[in-house]
């Protein structure tokens, strides 16, 4: 019976991330020109402080431009000017439940067509965030740090001011 409780237990825990929902994107702070096309809308609008944006919305600042939004809890990114962003996914589950045993699960992935995006994940939450920022030329991902991700010419740059960031290069066929 112990063997059946720690299976059932591992099933369970496994199962957490499954029944994440998706949410909306904040919006903190918006300088200059931005714009943003909700999905499957094709119609660009002004981005305004405190709105809410769904998966699937893109972003786009101007020159001298810049957006603060608030993907996941605690988890924000700065899209900075000239920019191109899609909020692809953002997924969140609060599984601490009564007892608080469980932490919240979030996941959020974001891809950076072109310009700069810079991410800060809240270190206290790290192992609970399973963010990402694709880019034409492969994946960064990072757990409680700051980092930033830049497109420019064809090519993919990851800075990072504080922690670890893992970037994996997309398979292609001219890249196995």
Known sequence: M????RALFL??????????EPIKAKVKSVEGDVTYTPPNTGISKPLGTNMELD????????????????????????????????????LY?????ASGANPAFRKGTIQLRSGTVSALINKEISKQ?????????????????FYAVTVKDD??????KHGRVGVDALKTAANP
Do not use: Q, W
């Not at 589950?93 to 439940?97: H, L, Q, T, V």
């Not at 965030?129 to 030329?137: G, M, N």
């Not at 090519?155 to 990072?160: A, E, L, M, P």
């Open 11 to 20: 099933l369970v825990c496994l199962a957490l991330p499954l029944m994440a």
């Open 93 to 97: 589950a609060d599984n601490a439940g």
């Open 129 to 145: 965030v399973d963010f990402k920022v694709k880019t034409p030329h492969g994946v960064a991902a990072a757990r409680g740090t």
């Open 55 to 90: 998966p699937g919305t893109v972003v786009k600042t101007g020159p001298g431009s810049s957006a603060i939004i608030v993907t996941l809890p605690g988890v924000a990114i700065n899209v900075e000017p000239s920019s191109e962003v899609t909020l692809t996914e953002m």
């Open 2 to 5: 112990n063997n059946f409780l």
């Open 155 to 160: 090519k993919t740059y990851v800075g990072v």
